[in-house]
C-alpha cells in the first residue's frame, strides 16, 4: 500500500506540475520574479486571503 501522496501524485501528475512550474519559472526569469511569487499572482484575493489565512 502506497502513501496518500504517493498516490495522489502519480508519475502523470508529476510531469504535468513540472510543465508547470517550467512556465512559471520562465514567465518568472522575464519579469525578475521567482516561481513562487508568479504562483502567487496567479492567486484570486479570496484564494489568497484563504492561503494566508491557513499559514496561521
Known amino acids: 500500500m502506497g502513501t496518500r501522496r504517493g498516490e495522489a501524485f502519480t508519475p502523470e501528475i508529476l510531469q504535468k506540475l513540472?510543465?508547470?512550474t517550467n512556465v512559471?519559472?520562465?514567465i518568472g526569469d522575464k519579469?525578475?520574479?521567482e516561481?513562487?511569487?508568479v504562483a502567487?499572482?496567479?492567486l484570486s484575493?479570496?484564494?489568497l486571503f484563504?492561503?494566508?489565512v491557513s499559514q496561521k
Open 18 to 20: 513540472d510543465n508547470l
Open 40 to 42: 502567487i499572482a496567479g
Open 50 to 52: 484563504q492561503l494566508l
Open 24 to 26: 512559471m519559472r520562465t
Open 35 to 37: 516561481c513562487a511569487q
Open 31 to 33: 519579469y525578475g520574479v
Open 45 to 47: 484575493p479570496k484564494e
